[in-house]
């Protein structure tokens, strides 16, 4: 006679249990969590451990839990390197043991980082606050490149902050950084600085040392060119909502667009604390829920923005506030 085969879900793994018989099948999996957009649709929280070990979630519209939209999950996990059996039992069949129990524990659902609510939230980690966000990694905002190092407070001060004391630049670059998160409580606009001088005189370094400060630094990624494009710099105005926007070298010799006409259109859309009106459509297929900021823009030229403007016959650049800030040699 045929024994019974149940599925059990434990903290060390999946288990096949038949008749008085074991067996671990798959790595770790479960429905964490339930969490809700900002135009209230849910979405689902599935924890796994991948064949990497390492220890990951992917979040998912709520609508994938029914029988039939199973194997959209196990599709997305496998591809993540989640180790799904290859005989005894299907994907779908630990998937429903999986989807059964609904999950007490809820979290928000976010499309940019920044403030929300009493909380401040970066792709690292939320401040503050008594509930859990997340901001959703399908997000069509550029988001902020976060380091995922190792780092100290202690650490800092004895590098960048020791060397600080003894440059002005430093000090505004990282008072920059620190100031930023406070626009918005303090219902002040967004605004730019713009450090200039001669080629390899450290203004990349002042943008690096500003970045420290909230761990915006990335080998992979590196520092946001003002060569991007103007919708690129929209995203990732969104991608860095309430903190420090770097932008390095306003110069950009590939450009068809001249440089003082890209920063006077930049300089309104830094003022108005949001991006362009996007059809609603296409912005709820790129993800993109959120369009208002506060930044501090932290830029590097070769020249004063005021000097470009003069070059190019144009009175002023533009702009409700657009600060230009002479780098110290």
Known sequence: ?????????????????????????????????????????????????????????????????????????????????????????????????????????????????????????????????????????????????????????????????????????????????????????????????????PTSTGKSSLLCAAASVTGLNNEDGGLPKWSESESAIEQLAIGHRDGLLPLDESGDQDSKVEAHEKAKKLAFLFSRNRARTLDKTYQKKINLTVRDFRVIVLSTSEAALKTIAEAAGQPRIGGKRYASSMYPS
């Not at 060390?12 to 770790?28: D, F, H, K, M, W």
């Not at 940019?112 to 792709?123: C, L, M, S, Y």
Request: contains cysteine; hydrophobic residues 40%.
């Open 1 to 197: 006679m045929n024994q019974r085969k149940h599925i059990k879900l434990k903290k060390a793994g999946v288990y096949l249990l038949t008749g008085s018989n074991e067996q671990r099948i798959a790595a770790p999996i479960s429905f964490h969590a339930i969490g809700e957009r900002m135009d209230r649709n849910k979405v689902v929280e599935i924890r796994f451990v991948n064949c990497d070990g390492e220890r990951l979630s992917e979040q998912f519209d709520m609508g994938v839990i029914n029988v039939r939209n199973l194997s959209t999950i196990a599709d997305a996990l496998g591809n993540k390197g989640y180790l799904w059996p290859t005989e005894g039992v299907s994907a779908a069949e630990i998937l429903k043991v999986v989807v059964a129990k609904i999950p007490s524990r809820r979290f928000t659902f976010v499309g940019a980082p920044g403030w929300h609510g009493n909380a401040i939230v970066t792709p690292l980690r939320c401040y503050g606050g008594t509930k859990r966000i997340v901001i959703d990694p399908q997000s069509g905002a550029h988001l902020a490149n976060y380091t995922k190092g190792p780092g100290s407070l202690e650490g800092w001060r004895k590098t960048v902050g020791s060397l600080a004391k003894q440059s002005t630049g430093l000090r505004l670059s990282i008072a920059a950084a620190l100031a930023a998160p406070l626009l918005r409580p303090l219902s002040m606009d967004s605004f730019a600085l713009n450090l200039f001088a």
